[in-house]
């Protein structure tokens, strides 16, 4: 068993599109798949059909796991029997007859614009820790950026004289003009405040950790915990969070579906429209707090 997930993961960090993340998911959800088959259904793997697929899957599903979580596991074996079946492993790829759950798009989980205002006054600018927190959590806002865009950031992803942001998101690459406000801040984030984190010159990282090394998805995600509870904000609140925040933001602002598209860097629409169901929800909100009627 270890052998073969050996191989399915050294093939996997092979893809250059996969992230970090996607690719530690596909390896966590094949092992979990593989304890199942040779603990649970005392099978080899070459000994597997569709049937052994799908009592994993329904074994996901009755101790309650998310049809989110199960549509990515089904994509992790799918990946998976393909592979195995190439590396003729296997004689069949039995992962082709599995169909993946319908998944209706959630309205995401937004903040209002007086809590994203107090979480962006959390960071006292009064030394360097205050004045990164400050720099990141408003590029994090005004543009939209994933956090695994905004770790991913170099110092040279930024240029100062026309305020434009570079950002790469598996090979794909987009670019955000920052407002004047969010380019001085960042300016001076890069000019005063950075210097003083970084221990090598050579660093390439635009924001580090106190110890001057490229700033982890986990740290950045310990600061928002820590202003979250400062900001006393009692909804769920992730990097994603201001990511949705400042679309239904702008959607209210009036404007439009693709320049949001644009800025957020969806390759399809209708990952967009979702914010579309925010405003309607405040509408109907509206009319009823005031018993209007239609």
């Known amino acids: 068993m270890n052998n073969i997930l050996h191989t399915f993961t050294e093939y996997l960090n092979g893809d250059k599109k996969l992230s970090e993340n996607t690719l530690q998911s596909y390896k966590r959800d094949i092992e979990q798949y ?43 074996l799918k990946k998976f029997y393909k592979f195995i079946y190439d590396k003729k492993i296997i004689e069949f790829n ?18 209002t614009k007086d809590e994203v205002e107090k979480l962006l006054s959390q960071p006292k600018c009064d030394n360097n820790k205050g004045n990164r927190d400050k720099a990141m959590l408003q590029i994090m806002y005004s543009s939209g950026v ?38 001085n801040i960042l300016n ?23 110890y001057g090394n490229r700033l982890t998805r986990q740290g950045f995600w310990k600061i928002m915990k820590k202003y979250k509870v400062g ?40 990952s967009t429209q979702v914010y579309a169901k925010i405003i309607d929800k405040d509408i109907k909100a509206l009319y009823d707090k005031n018993n209007m009627k239609f």
């Open 231 to 270: 900001a006393d904000i009692k909804k769920d609140l992730t990097p994603h969070t201001l990511r949705h925040s400042i679309a239904a933001h702008m959607l209210q602002s009036g404007k439009d579906l693709e320049y949001i598209k644009d800025l957020l860097g969806h390759s399809d629409i209708s």
């Open 188 to 210: 001076e984030y890069i000019v005063k405040t950075r210097p003083n984190l970084i221990n090598d010159k050579k660093e390439k990282a635009l924001f580090v950790n106190l």
């Open 146 to 183: 994933r956090v695994s865009e905004l770790i991913e950031l170099n110092i040279d992803n930024f240029n100062i004289d026309n305020g434009i942001l570079k950002c790469l998101n598996r090979g794909r690459e987009r670019f955000i003009k920052l407002d004047n406000e969010i380019k």
């Open 94 to 111: 039995h992962a082709i007859f599995i169909e993946s759950p319908k998944i209706e798009k959630k309205i995401p989980k937004i903040l």
């Open 34 to 76: 593989l304890n199942y088959v040779y603990k649970d259904l005392k099978q080899d793997i070459k000994e597997t059909d569709n049937l052994s697929i799908l009592k994993f899957i329904n074994c996901q599903r009755d101790i309650g796991k998310a049809t989110s979580t199960i549509s990515r596991n089904i994509v992790s």
